[in-house]
């Protein structure tokens, strides 16, 4: 089984030095800085559109996640910043991610949006989509444990 942590969140789990939750405005007005009017309002219609036709292990893992199953609640596809995260708990300041085959090109890409949303005060677990589709349990483990941390 493959999983990786954006952001270095296992080594901050162990030492502790995750960035502290900001503000609710401070974190409004950090989500949009750096984002036109056209492009958010292309973001959320996108976003719209990816929660009304999720890919089998989004739905999966969704299903895992949804209705306060952890003790958390989450939301799904959700503009940060001028990203789309797939699943975030904003109270655990949490955002996971189902990577599908085509992130192996996309590692440079993904390592400067985790560090966007680290510096937003987000810890990022990456989640292997064949991970999620053949061990759900375990994908499911690892995003109770990324919760408590």
Same mark, same amino acid.
């Given at each position: 089984?493959?999983? /990786?942590? $954006?952001?270095?969140?296992? =080594? /901050?789990?162990?030492?502790?030095?995750?960035?502290?939750?900001?503000?609710?405005?401070?974190?409004?007005?950090?989500?949009?800085?750096?984002?036109?009017?056209?492009? =958010?309002?292309?973001?959320?219609?996108?976003?719209?559109?990816?929660?009304?036709?999720?890919?089998?292990?989004? =739905?999966?893992?969704?299903?895992?996640?949804?209705?306060?199953?952890?003790?958390?609640?989450?939301?799904? =596809?959700?503009?940060?910043?001028?990203?789309?995260?797939?699943?975030?708990?904003? /109270?655990?300041?949490?955002?996971?991610?189902?990577?599908?085959?085509?992130?192996?090109?996309?590692?440079?890409?993904?390592?400067?949006?985790?560090?966007?949303?680290?510096?937003?005060?987000?810890?990022?677990?990456?989640?292997?989509?064949?991970?999620?589709?053949?061990?759900? $349990?375990?994908?499911?483990?690892?995003?109770?444990?990324?919760?408590?941390?």
């Amino acid at each position: 089984m493959s999983v /990786s942590y $954006g952001g270095g969140l296992a =080594q /901050s789990l162990r030492s502790g030095d995750c960035a502290r939750p900001l503000s609710r405005a401070l974190e409004a007005h950090l989500r949009t800085r750096t984002v036109s009017v056209k492009r =958010q309002a292309l973001l959320v219609t996108r976003a719209a559109e990816m929660r009304a036709a999720p890919s089998p292990p989004e =739905q999966l893992l969704w299903a895992a996640l949804t209705n306060g199953k952890l003790g958390v609640s989450f939301r799904r =596809q959700v503009p940060v910043a001028g990203y789309i995260c797939d699943f975030v708990c904003a /109270s655990r300041r949490l955002v996971v991610e189902v990577d599908g085959a085509h992130h192996v090109r996309r590692r440079g890409a993904d390592a400067r949006r985790d560090e966007c949303l680290r510096r937003l005060g987000y810890r990022v677990l990456r989640l292997e989509a064949r991970v999620v589709l053949r061990q759900l $349990g375990d994908a499911v483990g690892l995003v109770r444990a990324a919760l408590v941390g």
